[in-house]
């Protein structure tokens, strides 16, 4: 309906002004009766409103690459284990996966006006939706962990009976909550954005989406980080209380008086409950490690909103995005650091592919002319005998010979 040649007409004559943001381009466009197609094609053509710079780019790569890097041992470790096919450990491959994300979109962020050829608008859309989704994930992530540690501490009777059906009801949650994160996360691709709704120029949308999904959006990250501070707060203060009452008990405790069915008789399961509740416990603590490098990551917008209000020039708007992956960086180390089974299995993993590969090196340097050599010692060996005894037999008469 925009496709008029006098408007068209109309709009090469006047001047173009120059853009700083991608979607002041779609802007003005728009409310210049052009067509989306248009807009989208003219837009693309400003390289400059895509390109992130070339120390903007290092930075993109190196996290992207690190992010990867970092989370495919700790992906590869807990998949390849079957001792590690535990409730705990699937959570944390589900978080490893989320990270995984956060990677790929940095690093579309920056090939993907360059090697797929794709345009300026499905760039950006699509690279912030990767980001929204590998952080609606990893939330969601966390809150399963928070959950299945709330349940281990505070209700350790209920756990060790479901104990069971524990990696099935961990299977159907990630399942769940990775479609409605989906869902959501990439709706604006599929048309739920203000510029294929015509809604750009109004004052309904925040940047290039409308204002119903950043209320969704927040809800449920709303929701999440209730269960993620709700569950965590819990624990932390039952650990506590059961720390003063266990010291309590040691303090009151005669060491010399017998037990009720004699000395030694209970020490057994007393200490294996003790021990159960132990790990328990080292597995919370390590959830409330991730939950506090997320919150400390994502509250690091605030910061670059705060600065890009007092000193707009300096605004680092490309870094808003790329320092919420700052908790994908972490996450890995925080749980290599602190899971020792899964440690010492990526220890052992490796050790045995370092083993492989110098076998199979050493094997491709053997000299040939060693074997060569070392197969005429061995000819030489075999026909030796032979020799000494046609020496060592006594030759015979010419009489006898004939």
């Known amino acids: 309906m925009f496709n008029n040649s006098s408007d068209l007409w109309t709009l090469t004559e006047k001047s173009v002004p120059e853009f700083d943001r991608l979607i002041s381009c779609y802007k003005w466009h728009l409310q210049n009766n052009v067509s989306i197609a248009q807009a989208d094609e003219a837009c693309s053509m400003h390289k400059d409103l895509v390109s992130l710079g070339t120390e903007i780019d290092i930075v993109f790569w190196l996290m992207g ?29 589900n978080l490893a996966v989320t990270d995984v994300f956060a990677g790929i979109g940095l690093l579309y962020r920056i090939v993907g006006h360059v090697g797929l050829n794709v345009k300026a608008f499905k760039l950006i859309m699509t690279y912030v939706n990767l980001i929204i989704f590998s952080q609606m994930t990893s939330a969601s992530a966390l809150s399963l962990m928070s959950v299945n540690a709330y349940v281990a501490v505070m209700h350790p009777e209920f756990f060790h009976i479901h104990a069971d059906s524990a990696k099935l009801c961990a299977g159907v949650a990630l399942t769940v909550s990775w479609i409605v994160c989906a869902l959501l996360a990439f709706s604006p691709i599929m048309g739920w954005n203000c510029l294929h709704m015509q809604t750009l120029t109004t004052g309904i949308c925040i940047s290039w989406y409308p204002l119903s999904f950043i209320i969704t959006c927040a809800s449920i990250l709303l929701l999440l980080c209730i269960i993620l501070m709700f569950t965590n707060i819990s624990v932390y203060l039952a650990i506590r209380e059961r720390e003063k009452r266990r010291l309590v008990q040691v303090a009151a405790r005669d060491p010399q008086a017998p037990g009720e069915n004699g000395p030694g008789q209970n020490n057994a399961a007393q200490e294996e409950a003790q021990k159960k509740y132990e790990e328990r416990v080292y597995k919370a603590r390590t959830v409330m490690v991730h939950v506090v490098v997320a919150f400390i990551c994502w ?9 890009c209000k007092i000193l707009p020039d300096v605004c680092p708007r490309n870094g808003v995005l790329a320092g919420i992956c ?7 180390m925080a749980t290599l650091i602190r899971m020792s089974d899964l440690r010492n299995t990526i220890w052992q993993k490796l050790t045995g592919i370092h083993q492989t590969l110098v076998t199979v090196i ?20 075999q026909e030796g005998p032979a020799h000494g005894e046609g020496r060592n037999t006594p030759r015979l008469a010419p009489d006898e010979q004939s």
């Open 65 to 93: 690459l690190l992010i990867i890097i970092s989370n495919a041992p700790v992906l590869l470790g807990i998949i390849g284990t079957r001792e590690l096919h535990r409730p705990i450990y699937i959570y944390l491959a």
């Open 299 to 307: 509250l690091l917008p605030l910061l670059f909103f705060a600065v």
């Open 326 to 332: 700052l908790n994908s960086l972490i996450n890995p």
């Open 362 to 381: 050493r094997g491709n340097r053997a000299d040939p002319q060693e074997d060569q050599a070392g197969t005429g010692e061995f000819l030489t060996l």
